[in-house]
């Protein structure tokens, strides 16, 4: 069974660093990209970017490029979201999904169960 | 960026009608790269449609998806109580993706 298991909720303050974490289980890791995909309170899904675990290509959105960086660790099969630097418009859920990228589509086919993100002071 | 526009906004229709959703994008999209999801309120979004009429496993086929170039349209053919709901479009092309800003299908 295809599952990723995602950080728990995390509270922080404005200008702290942060790395939240995906873990997949159940499939070949390094076959698939992840990718992540924000939410705001009350708005909808932002696509944020994407990386293949097996040689660690990313893609960015232009709108989070330079904002966020995704890595992953295929030794333990994680994918990680991080901040150096938190702002409040930065709250939300972030969730991962596993990213299918083959000739009959490119599509999220298995999500995480988010990770909530509230950034205060 | 492509930027995929979804309408209604809201669709407000009863258990056992029919609801058309609509997605367009700002340019046009190789119909591969166009898929569907659900999100139900406190949940994850689901897969619905991927290939732009591919039903994903177990979706029901109630749940159609057609479309090309740049208009796409989801398709529920008898409303049942679980499909009230928001669904998104979503893209990916030229190494990024986008998802449309979301429909909320609403009972009435």
């Known amino acids: 069974e295809v599952q990723l298991v995602q950080s728990g909720a995390e509270v922080k303050k404005p200008g702290e660093s942060l790395k939240i974490s995906c873990k997949g289980s159940g499939y070949s890791f390094t076959s698939y990209w992840i990718g992540w995909v924000r939410q705001m309170p009350g708005k909808g899904l932002e696509w944020m970017g994407i990386i293949y675990p097996g040689d660690s290509d990313t893609r960015y959105s232009p709108s989070f490029q330079g904002q966020v960086t995704i890595s992953a660790d295929k030794s333990i099969s994680t994918a990680y979201l991080q901040w150096s630097s938190l702002k409040a418009s930065d709250t939300a859920m972030y969730y991962c999904a596993r990213h299918v990228a083959v000739t009959t589509g490119y599509y999220f086919d298995y999500w995480g169960q988010g990770t909530l993100v509230t950034v205060s002071s | ?108």
């Open chain 2, 1 to 108: 960026e492509i930027v995929l526009t979804q309408s209604p906004g809201t669709l407000s229709l009863s258990p056992g009608e029919r609801a058309t959703l609509s997605c367009r994008a700002s340019q046009s999209v190789s119909s591969s790269y166009l898929a569907w999801y659900q999100q139900k309120p406190g949940q994850a979004p689901r897969l619905l449609i991927y290939g732009a009429s591919s039903r994903a496993t177990g979706i029901p086929d109630r749940f159609s998806g057609s479309g090309s170039g740049t208009d796409f349209t989801l398709t529920i053919s008898r409303l049942e109580p679980e499909d009230f709901a928001v669904y998104y479009c979503q893209q990916y092309g030229s190494s990024t993706g986008t998802f449309g800003q979301g429909t909320k299908l609403e009972i009435k």
